[in-house]
């Protein structure tokens, strides 16, 4: 099992930035793949930013050149800053754990991200 704690989330201006982080603990496999998705109201859940544990990242065009994905291998906790946002970046954030292995996956409780226009 492994469990993930994400925190960070906020209400704020459009055009301003928010660090959202996101710890796990408990049987962390070496290899894994480390991410963000989020969920609108009355949308599916869409891919934010992924980032594998060598360091290789990947983002949804919605973000690129404002959002910045990064991790801490020793702590064992992904990040995610958020710059420039926009309203439409509104959503509930949630941490995904990918374990590269067995492919088993686990997801945060989410955290709100609210951008005001």
């Known amino acids: 099992q492994v469990q993930l704690v994400e925190s960070g989330g906020g209400l704020v201006q459009a055009g301003g930035s928010l660090r959202l982080s996101c710890a796990a603990s408990?049987?962390?496999?070496?290899?894994?793949?480390m991410g963000w998705y989020r969920q609108a109201p009355e949308k599916q859940r869409e891919l934010v930013a992924t980032?594998?544990?060598?360091?290789?990242?990947n983002y949804a065009d919605s973000v690129k050149g404002r959002f910045t994905i990064s991790r801490d291998n020793v702590k064992n906790t992904v990040y995610l800053q958020m710059n420039s946002l926009k309203p439409e970046d509104t959503a509930v954030y949630y941490c995904?754990?990918?374990?590269?292995?067995?492919?088993?996956?686990?997801w945060g409780q989410g955290t709100q991200v609210t951008v005001s226009s």
């Open positions: 995904k754990y990918s374990n590269s292995y067995n492919s088993r996956q686990y």
């Open positions: 408990g049987s962390i496999f070496r290899f894994n793949v």
């Open positions: 980032i594998t544990s060598g360091g290789s990242t």
